[in-house]
């Protein structure tokens, strides 16, 4: 159980243009999700909490009009990088709560990695 | 502002070695901390979680122990094999109200050599 899928995996984008990023919990219904961003070789920064039904909190530092953030259900959560530029290049991994196992068990998606040439 | 260490930043041994990973915490107030592993362009895997009122949890071939008064952490691995070789990630819980907010270290490339 307990499973997370992203969607797409791997994406390349023109710069400028806008790409979304979906977060899916596959077997369980989650009311908070979380984005984090990584770099090449470092680690995972938490970019925003994502709650169903109501506005995204974001980390300091992360602009929220650049990093829409939409959890519309209790299974999908989605990120769209607006007017994209080939520094938000990143990895990209969600991660789901799943409230039956407890307030801190995380499962986290496999990730999707963005190119923005 | 918690921050998140993790030492060796990469260590490659020979297949059947135990080894210890390292992971410090510059605020003891967690409320857990948890060890990940990540393949090389995927998610991340769940390995141990602990509680800030344990002093250790083991799965298998893996034993973490915490020490939340000093902010320290190991991940010991007992008899390495090459399919172990992987990222590890910790990650601290913040504590009270961000309770679920993850801090995560750098991480620690393992190669593990047959």
């Known amino acids: 159980g307990a499973v997370v899928s992203q969607h797409p995996s791997w994406v390349i984008c023109k710069s400028g243009t806008s790409v979304k990023i979906e977060c899916r919990s596959l077997?369980?219904?989650?009311?908070?999700m979380f984005w984090y961003r990584q770099f090449p070789k470092q680690s995972l920064m938490l970019m925003a909490t994502?709650?169903?039904?109501?506005?995204?909190?974001?980390e300091q530092g992360v602009e929220k009009d650049k990093f829409l953030i939409n959890h519309a259900s209790l299974t999908l959560s989605t990120l769209t990088v607006t007017s994209a530029h080939p520094e938000d290049s990143s990895f990209y991994i969600c991660?789901?709560?799943?409230?039956?196992?407890?307030?801190?068990?995380?499962?986290f998606g496999p990730g999707t990695r963005l190119t923005v040439t | 502002k918690q921050e998140v260490t993790q030492i060796p930043a990469a260590l490659s041994v020979p297949e059947g070695e135990n080894l210890v990973l390292n992971c410090s915490f510059t605020?003891?107030?967690?409320?857990?901390l948890q060890w990940f592993r990540q393949d090389p362009g995927k998610g991340l895997t769940s390995l141990l979680l602990i509680q800030s009122s344990q002093r250790e949890q083991t799965s298998g071939r893996l034993n973490a122990s915490l020490d939340k008064s000093s902010g320290r952490s190991t991940l010991y691995i007992a008899a390495s094999q090459p399919g172990d070789s992987a990222t590890y990630l910790c990650?601290?819980?913040?504590?009270?109200?961000?309770?679920?907010?993850?801090?995560f270290g750098q991480g620690t490339r393992l190669t593990i050599n047959p």
């Open positions: 994502s709650n169903e039904g109501s506005k995204a909190t974001y």
């Open positions: 605020d003891s107030a967690i409320y857990n």
């Open positions: 991660s789901a709560r799943d409230p039956r196992t407890g307030p801190y068990e995380q499962y």
């Open positions: 990650a601290v819980s913040r504590g009270a109200q961000g309770a679920q907010k993850l801090v």
């Open positions: 077997d369980f219904q989650a009311t908070t």
